[in-house]
């Protein structure tokens, strides 16, 4: 097993910017999560992928969107950045829909 | 409305002791609850999860309780290390109105040695 790993590890972009952020998950986890975590704060849930289809949604505007791929690989998309979007952007893969989560080390965005 | 939360934002605890950790959550309809630790600089760690058929359930070390009928959430670590001290987050997994994880704000274990 590898881990989930995450890229970038850290990022700066200008408000009103597009973001692609990037995640590998370990082999065979077929469900895949994005949170943000601001600082000192919770990680809040974005939303879920189960077999390349989104599954469950957090309360982020549709600029958010994902893909999970076919290769256990998944990417978030923000665009029309904003300075509220700086965060820590986390990813957490799990085997099945429920249980076992491992988390990324994840992305820090920061919008200037 | 929807939210996990914590009593104790920070606990300060004595190596060897046992620390409790607790969460309060809203939505009954949740049947599936975990617990992480985070260390500065990563991502959370799955610790243990528990479902809601269960009350409770042991690992090494830790034990989840769950009592449903307030809505209440507990982690307990026994003889508590020096490796210990970090964030301790809950999270509820709930199917209202589509799937959702929530986590809580967290609570700081300090460990004095």
């Known amino acids: 097993e590898t881990g989930v790993t995450q890229s970038p590890t850290h990022l700066i972009k200008t408000r009103g910017q597009q973001v692609t952020l990037r995640c590998s998950s370990q082999s065979g986890h077929n469900t895949v999560s994005w949170y943000q975590q601001a600082l000192g704060q919770g990680p809040q849930f974005i939303f879920q992928?189960?077999?390349?289809?989104?599954?469950g949604r957090g309360n982020f505007p549709p600029r958010f969107s994902g893909l999970q791929f076919p290769n256990y690989s998944s990417e978030l998309n923000v665009n029309a950045l904003e300075l509220d979007d700086s965060a820590l952007y986390l990813c957490a893969s799990s085997l099945e829909l429920e249980g076992g989560y491992t988390f990324g080390s994840g992305t820090r965005l920061t919008v200037v | 409305g929807e939210s996990v939360g914590l009593h104790l934002p920070t606990l300060s605890v004595q190596e060897g002791d046992n620390s409790i950790i607790n969460c309060a959550y809203s939505?009954?309809?949740?049947?599936?609850f975990i617990w992480y630790k985070q260390e500065s600089g990563k991502g959370p760690q799955f610790i243990i999860d528990?479902?809601?058929?269960?009350d409770k359930r042991q690992g090494q070390r830790v034990t989840v309780l769950l009592n449903k009928t307030v809505k209440h959430l507990s982690l307990q670590i026994a003889a508590t290390q020096p490796g210990d001290s970090a964030v301790y987050f809950c999270a509820e997994n709930t199917y209202t109105g589509g799937f959702k994880t929530i986590f809580g704000a967290g609570t700081r274990l300090f460990v004095k040695a």
């Open positions: 992928y189960y077999r390349e289809e989104e599954n």
């Open positions: 528990i479902r809601s058929n269960m």
């Open positions: 939505n009954s309809a949740s049947d599936y």
